[in-house]
DNA sequence: ATTATCTATAGATCTATAGATAATGC
DNA sequence: ATTATCTATAGATCTATAGATAATGC
């Protein structure tokens, strides 16, 4: 991962990149689009306007790299997380009680994952990989049942997106109940036995920190 | 529902104001946002510049109306397709079925669903609601067991978008079949028996008429 | 000396309105 | 005569760039 350590010149240019990107996470969580002038996302990330340009071409790029930056971020957080657990049905059913939570834990990623276009169903990188190896993995230990496993990965996102949103519109519910109820939801689906499935979301949260800062 | 026969005037002003509607409705569909000048829709439209002001303040108040038409017009139709069955499970697996067909049978109506800020999910009104109303019938009839259904109507709105999106990005897949192997997980996250949520979603779905056109 | 950031601005939109034209109602 | 639509345009953005300033590397 680590390269050559970069210059102090390489790290400011870093810094204003992702004083941009970050910019564009606070203002796509905040208001579910970039309709905003380019001068009004420099002005939030304190960043000369023409500097924009040295980085970026246009708003849509912008915005692309601030949803991968968050998607990214979540899943290589997610597996650092779970490295230690081996049961694959608790593998999955974990990732999806931290995703969920990650509305109460961080709200802006949680929102750009939530507003990125259905980037959390669709993307070849980030979360999605990641589900479906776990399902997969579920299934051939025997685990989990299910027809057609794009169907069933779909319909994961989906429960997960919509709980999220439920959670973000909704703050008198309790995150963390809501959230693994949906994911008891899901076991059901996957022809989990109703026992079995109220254990795992029952499971203790491994201890998580958050990362202090995303790249 | 029919007041005063409309005049001829009327009857004008009602045109130009869904040629509006259905102009932003194909922009959206077909972009996913409304980020086109007035005088792009209003060309789309066949429509004078000047005349959107007549009917809208701004592009937000228009995506609005186009939004809200898609939900009604849909909402309306599925009740008067389904007057006719009985068992609350049929009707709400039915609904599911023929929503989900939208893709392929209405696309511009399911992408605008999609696409609608989530709209099919959180609307109090539309959709949202039926969906509401059949699983709680099918609660009572004993036909479906969920600990919470807030969280169910979520898991199932969000299974049904996802299942959408899926068919709309990766046209090679059957959408009857995709659609209804999303039904049948759903089913069986209610706890239906596997035997019996497959005879569900094996059944001939009503023959329907699209309306040809929506108010 | 090189490279990134910042400031200022020209040119290109885009919005909202005012006034002219066309259609309807009586 | 009334009401809606259409055409034309003023004023307000907004984007992209050019040139100036500041920071880094040697």
Redesign the interface.
């Given at each position: 991962m680590s390269e050559q350590p970069p210059s102090r010149g390489e790290r400011r240019k870093l810094r204003t990149r992702s004083a941009l990107i970050e910019a564009a996470q606070e203002i796509y969580a905040e208001r579910?689009?970039l309709?905003v002038s380019i001068q009004q996302i420099t002005e939030t990330a304190d960043v000369g306007f023409g500097s924009f340009y040295n980085h970026f071409s246009s708003k849509a790029e912008l915005l692309d790299a601030a949803v991968a930056q968050a998607l990214e971020s979540h899943a290589a957080w997610l597996d650092n997380v779970l490295s230690g657990v081996d049961d694959p049905a608790e593998v999955f059913a974990t990732s999806m009680r931290l995703t969920g939570r990650l509305i109460r834990t961080r709200p802006r990623i949680a929102r750009v994952l939530l507003s990125g276009?259905?980037a959390l169903?669709?993307a070849s990188y980030g979360h999605a990989p990641h589900a479906r190896r776990d399902i997969e993995s579920a299934i051939d230990a025997g685990r989990f049942v299910?027809?057609?496993i794009?169907?069933?990965l779909?319909?994961v996102?989906?429960?997960?997106?919509?709980?999220m949103?439920?959670c973000d519109?909704?703050p008198k519910?309790t995150v963390d109940a809501?959230v693994d109820?949906?994911v008891?939801?899901?076991l059901?689906?996957f022809?989990v036995p109703n026992a079995e499935a109220r254990r795992i979301v029952a499971l203790p949260l491994p201890a998580v920190e958050q990362p202090a800062r995303a790249t």
């Open positions: 579910g689009d309709e276009r259905g169903l669709t299910t027809d057609d794009e169907v069933a779909a319909c996102a989906g429960c997960l997106i919509a709980t949103h439920l519109a909704d519910a809501v109820s949906a008891l939801n899901v059901l689906m022809g």
